[in-house]
């Protein structure tokens, strides 16, 4: 049962570790520039690093409940702002905005329950 645990936080924290390195591409800094996102080239860079940090936290179990909190500072500005799905008028474009941000939504309860609980077995805390 041990080995669930790692596989779960592997699961958890591999989205964070693929999608945050473009945090620091001219791409994702421009889209952030368009949703309204102010400083853009110094708030998303900084986003995409509290993500690593926090995943590698969570992923190693190496103060694992303050890589989750990290995380929950990662989704909650990123998931109103990014993903406003409410204001789009587009059905389409509504419809992926809003699955997006239940999917984030998702993941903050997650992160929620990994700073309750901590890592648990097979991590570097243990």
Known sequence: MKYLVLLGRALFTGIFLIAAPQ????????????????????????????AIIGALSILTGYKAKWGAWLIVLF???????????????????????????????SMLGGALLISYFGSGPLSLKA
């Open 75 to 105: 989704l909650v500005p990123v998931t109103f702002t990014m993903h406003k799905f409410w204001g789009l008028s587009d059905p389409q474009a509504a419809m992926i905005n809003q699955i997006m941000f239940m999917k984030n939504m």
């Open 23 to 50: 945090h620091f591409g001219a791409g994702d800094i421009a889209y952030a520039a368009a949703m309204g996102v102010p400083f853009p080239h110094i708030l998303v860079p900084l986003s995409g690093l509290i």
